[in-house]
């Protein structure tokens, strides 16, 4: 059998397309980990119903002056 091939962090940085893989699986792990937490955090109690309904309202009371803008 061969011997197992190790890439070093310098060999990544030297390498356009070794450093464009990398990042692209890092951004994969970052994205997955954010959505995991995501999931493990909107049905987690306590659910703060009156919160998000007063959120909700904010948004569109503020927003909605800038709905007749992409109208005309």
Do not use: C, H
């Not at 493990?40 to 948004?59: G, L, N, R, T």
């Amino acid at each position: 059998m061969g011997k197992p091939v190790i890439v070093e962090v310098n060999d990544i940085a030297e390498n356009s397309f070794l450093k464009t893989l990398f990042d692209f699986f890092e951004g994969v792990t970052m994205l997955t980990k954010f959505t995991l937490r995501f999931f493990k955090q909107v049905f987690k109690p306590p659910f703060e119903f009156k919160e998000i309904v007063k959120q909700s309202y904010i948004i569109g009371y503020q927003s909605f002056p800038l709905m007749p803008l992409p109208a005309s």
